[in-house]
């Protein structure tokens, strides 16, 4: 049955630099399920999202999407990038309205004016930012900043969401904005969401499943709770309990 749910499968991935940063055998994402990538810095896991994401193509290995192997040195079709978005630590933004920022994507891909206008709407009140629509999106705080950012990323309902340490800049009272609208996406959309935090407390918070890398490698998967009270391997309870020097 969970084979069926599965939305994002890797196998046999890799990323070489000047070393080997990143080797995953087989690892999938299913429908519906927050995931939490937590590790020390440089341990592979915003590597594996930028592969996922098509920023960079992967040394080797093949990416499934909804059963479909996807071309990872050829050009994305806009399905697969509409299925997909990510949400950067540093959001950019343009240097214009709130609306417009939103309505960007929108308008690249030739919607109509109508459309959009409700589109922007509907998303602006979602990330709880209807008021700031005329706004210049330069004179926001970085909470609203990233809010914005992932009212864009969310514009097509994308099946999967990668966050990027989306929190790291921001307030203990803009990180929970942030992780709630994450938990009702995931509720009412049923958005498969893939996080990479630095917090785990905020993996422990938010995240169904969660996966330790270390050196490139992951070295623990399984549910949020098991984890963070019951590791099975040292390096991850070394991890957990903060006894790791990284």
Known sequence: M????VVLRVEGISKVYDREVLHIEKLSFEKGKIYGLIGP???GKSTLLRLINFLEPPT????????RELDVRGRVDLKTQR???????KPVLFKTSVRENVAYGLRARGLPKEEI???VAVLLEKVGL??????R???LSGGEAQRIALARAIAFDPGVLLLDEPTANLDPHNIEMFENLILNLNKEKGITVIMVTHNIFQARRIAHEVLFFYEGHIIEKGPAQKIFSSPEDPRTRAFVEGRMVY
């Open 2 to 5: 969970a084979g069926n749910n």
């Open 41 to 43: 810095s440089g341990a």
């Open 60 to 67: 080797a290995g093949r990416i499934f999407f909804k059963g």
């Open 83 to 89: 299925g997909m978005t990510m949400v950067f630590q």
């Open 117 to 119: 206008n409700k589109r």
């Open 130 to 135: 209807e008021s700031f629509a005329g706004r």
């Open 137 to 139: 999106a330069d004179s």
